[in-house]
């Protein structure tokens, strides 16, 4: 994804020749900026006194754009006059839009928006409405500069999250390069973090969440929130007493059953088939009064669940990425914390079944099954142009789209390895898609190829490529896939083509060995010419 990368308001010195914004690719190569806009806003009227249309532009081989003073060293991408960039309080924002056009002089606004960083060089003062709009429920970030006696920027350092501001630390500037964040200053993971969530289906009793660290840690000071609602108010807080078991793991009940950690608690059901959406999060601090909003102070960390896999977070984008849960099926499903990828460095949540007080089940590459798309496109500039996003929405809504039509109980963590290609009019998808388990294996890869042909015709849809349904969806070797349409156009074609071959010989051979010519009726020419 494309995000702000640092920011240097305020250069020393009264030219102010210095200052830029950079931004940062983390796919780390090339990528186009086509229907990216950057808005600078003033803080004391909330609207943006410069607007950037970005399309044209491409980062470069690291993935860093660079937009900045004309004089400044190395040279910017787009060049900005002296002095442009304000000090403060004041926000640089990122948009992405086929249709909206940014403009000088527009009020602030949520739309489009893919990160925002609302910043001040001058301590007492605030930019209220550009935090409510942009980063709500967070801080102003404060460039200090008796951080150095040279020239200092704000950089981000702590994460990879768009529109949190707690990503952000104040470091010497490094245009154009790896951005210097020292060792202490990157926070230690949490003590505690979420594990697990079960969102109860029907008349179901198996509502929990389940606590990990490390055992024997204690989670007195520490207070669980469960945020819903179209407002995103806090529904309920509860403060946490006891420790971390022996297997690192804290079951809470919420429904006055009994958890593993035997702590018994009980408040209003979060199942998100209610609402739609939802968050929970885990908060330093003893209690939050109900009706409150969420907010970036004293996070520890915090889980946000949605039963539309479209929906975006809203009031919970700081919080973290939005996770879809099947919501309506009468059965409990959970959403467990997962490593990502076979070398599990980066964790997320996956769809799976409660495993309450055990290793979470989540899905492996062992127990993985490969699938093949080919789908026809009148044209693959857009997907050549827009890889990494038209890749990113493809498999968002092929997941979507198999959980719909299959029951297949999979989300995105169950994706892995999907590539792309596209030449001339033929598109090729590949990847595996995970199971938890080898039972059911055979079954997910025999229910993917029978429901991918209405899968990926809808993720075609709805990532609008505007191509064809698809021709090809092959599962790996031993499913049990019926013959699908390339296979049946083969099979015409070979079958004519074995005709034309029978007929042709036989022309040949009645051509090469002629009739008796005592046997050859002699006939009239009006008659030859009639019956040719």
């Known amino acids: 994804k494309l995000l702000i990368n640092e920011v240097n308001p305020d250069s020393p010195g009264g030219g102010e020749d210095a200052e830029y914004v950079e931004l940062f690719y983390t796919g780390r190569t090339r990528f186009d900026l086509q229907g990216y806009w950057l808005v600078f806003y003033n803080g004391k009227n909330s609207r943006a006194y410069r607007a950037l249309d970005l399309s044209g532009h491409q980062t470069d ?45 527009m009020a602030v606004t949520a739309e489009g928006l893919v990160d925002a960083v609302v910043y001040t060089s001058r301590m007492p003062e605030k930019a209220g409405q550009l935090v409510k709009v942009l980063v709500p429920g967070q801080s102003i970030l404060y460039e200090n500069d008796s951080h150095s006696t040279e020239d200092e920027s704000l950089s981000r350092c702590h994460s990879l999250s768009a529109n949190l501001q707690s990503s952000f630390q104040v470091t010497t500037v490094t245009p154009l390069g790896e951005n ?4 202490s200053a990157a926070p230690a993971p949490p003590a505690v973090r979420i594990s697990e969530l079960c969102l109860a289906g029907g008349a179901t009793s198996h509502r929990f969440v389940e606590l990990e660290g490390k ?16 407002e995103g108010k806090a529904r309920a807080s509860v403060p946490l007493r006891g420790t971390i078991g022996p297997a690192g793991l804290f079951v809470l009940a919420l429904d006055g059953g009994h958890g593993h950690g035997g702590t018994n608690l009980t408040f209003q059901d979060i199942s998100a088939a209610g609402e739609g959406s939802g968050a929970i999060a885990v908060y330093r601090t003893s209690l939050i009064p109900g009706g409150a909003g969420p907010t970036s102070g004293s996070l520890v960390d915090a889980l946000v669940y949605t039963c539309e896999h479209s929906a975006a977070g809203g009031h919970w984008d700081f919080l973290g990425p939005a996770y879809a849960v099947p919501c309506g099926d009468g059965r409990p499903v959970s959403l467990s914390r997962c490593a990502r990828g076979s070398a599990g460095a980066e964790l997320h949540f ?9 290793q979470n089940g989540c899905p492996q590459e062992a127990f993985a099954v490969d699938f093949h798309l080919c789908l026809l496109m009148p044209n693959c500039s857009t997907w050549t142009l827009h890889h990494g996003r038209m890749l990113e929405s493809l498999g968002r809504v092929l997941v979507s789209s198999l959980a719909e039509e299959c029951s297949c109980g999979v989300s995105e963590l169950y994706l892995q390895g999907l590539n792309l290609t596209c030449v001339g009019s033929l598109a090729r998808v ?35 490529a505007g191509a064809p349904p698809p021709l090809q969806v092959r599962g790996s070797p031993g499913t049990s896939a019926s013959f699908q349409g390339w296979e049946i156009a083969l099979f015409v074609v070979g079958s004519l083509l074995l005709v034309s071959l029978l007929v042709g010989l036989a022309f040949y051979f009645i051509k090469r060995h002629p009739q008796n010519y005592t046997n050859i009726e002699m006939n009239d020419r009006g008659e030859i010419a009639a019956d040719f």
């Open 215 to 230: 055992p024997g840690t204690s989670l007195g000071g520490l207070s669980l929130v469960i945020f819903s609602g179209k």
């Open 61 to 105: 081989e690291l993935g860093y754009f660079l937009v900045g003073s004309s004089g400044m060293s190395p040279a910017p991408m787009v060049r900005l006059p002296p002095n442009t960039i304000q000090n403060g309080a004041d926000t640089v924002a990122l948009y992405y839009s086929n249709t909206t056009r940014y403009a000088v002089n």
């Open 430 to 464: 590949q990847g595996q898609l995970w199971a938890r388990q080898p039972g059911p294996q055979a079954a997910v890869g025999s229910e993917a190829s029978r429901c991918a042909s209405s899968a990926a015709g809808r993720a075609r849809a709805r990532a609008r």
């Open 350 to 358: 996956a769809v799976s079944e409660p495993t309450p007080g055990l």
């Open 180 to 183: 210097f964040c020292s060792s």
